[in-house]
């Protein structure tokens, strides 16, 4: 498994750091088996896995349980857990004791917190000194779409561009490991991540992102129907599955499964029943 250093020598050595979603075990058998470098259990999975609007009705239970999954199916892949929407802003105490549940019963290797308020700077200090290192996410913050007013790109005037720089540089000095910066003009993201020591990890934030992350369902086309703009897909498994589906649905009906290679034969006959 990768090891915070190694995510380290790799932005420096310009060699790119690739992270993908997952959920549950057998996404997590798939991505531990295509070699990704880096799994996040995103509480994405409120939209593609529990079917919800958006990412905030997502609770520390079910980060807990789909992240304990996700273990069993990857356990040689480093693993950034999301700390849910409100799980990190109603006290310092909840805060702390919410992220060591996640940490602890998932064995994470990170867990991941949204935004650069003062009290995440100061969750992503007191969290470090204690030993969970802590992925920051910055740009677009899914969990803040309501108060941004939607999913839209960040860091488009220079205010809010510097605010942004600024912002990614308080939360590295605070001891995150990694930035994920998310749907931020490619521009920015690269004056950003030569910025800092500690790598980027982009969504919708252009090529020189020290690595990339997108969404399990989304690259595999796997139950979402539309895909930001920011997604390129690597396959169509909607079309394959629902093709496999129905050519069983059909030899059902058909009686053409099962055929006997499929089905169990008694050895004595003397054994069956009588009716
Ligand atoms: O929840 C998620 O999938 C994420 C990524 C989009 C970065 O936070
Ligand atoms: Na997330």
Do not use: W
Request: hydrophobic share 40%; net charge negative.
């Amino acid at each position: 498994m990768l090891s915070r250093l190694d995510l380290q020598k790799m932005k420096h050595n310009k060699q790119k750091i690739s992270m993908i979603t997952a959920y549950d075990y057998p996404s997590a058998k798939v991505v531990e088996e295509a070699d990704v470098d880096m799994i996040l259990v995103g509480d994405s999975l409120g939209m593609v896995v529990l079917g919800y609007a958006s990412t905030v009705q997502v609770t520390v239970d079910d980060m807990v349980h789909h992240a304990k999954a996700v273990k069993r199916g990857a356990p040689d892949t480093f693993m950034v857990v999301d700390m849910p929407f409100m799980s990190y802003h109603i006290s310092l105490e909840d805060s702390l004791a919410n992220a060591q549940k996640i940490f602890q019963q998932t064995d994470a290797q990170a867990i991941k917190i949204e935004g650069a308020s003062t009290e995440a700077l100061l969750l992503t200090e007191r969290l470090s000194e204690a030993g969970i290192p802590v992925v920051a996410h910055l740009g677009l913050t899914p969990q803040s779409v309501h108060v941004l007013g939607g999913y839209k790109v960040q860091g488009n005037d220079s205010e809010a561009a510097e605010k942004l720089l600024q912002d990614a540089k308080a939360i590295a000095e605070r001891g995150a490991i990694a930035l994920v910066l998310e749907c931020v003009p490619k521009e920015l993201a690269s004056i950003i991540t030569n910025a800092l020591t500690i790598p980027t990890i982009g969504i919708g934030a252009g090529i020189n992102c020290d690595g990339q992350v997108l969404v399990y369902h989304d690259i595999l086309q796997y139950g979402v129907s539309r895909v930001p703009k920011f997604v390129k897909t690597y396959a169509d498994y909607n079309s394959t599955g629902i093709e496999g589906i129905r050519s069983y649905v059909s030899e059902v009906r058909q009686e053409s499964f099962p055929k006997d290679e499929h089905s169990f034969t008694i050895k004595n006959a003397d054994f069956l029943p009588t009716d």
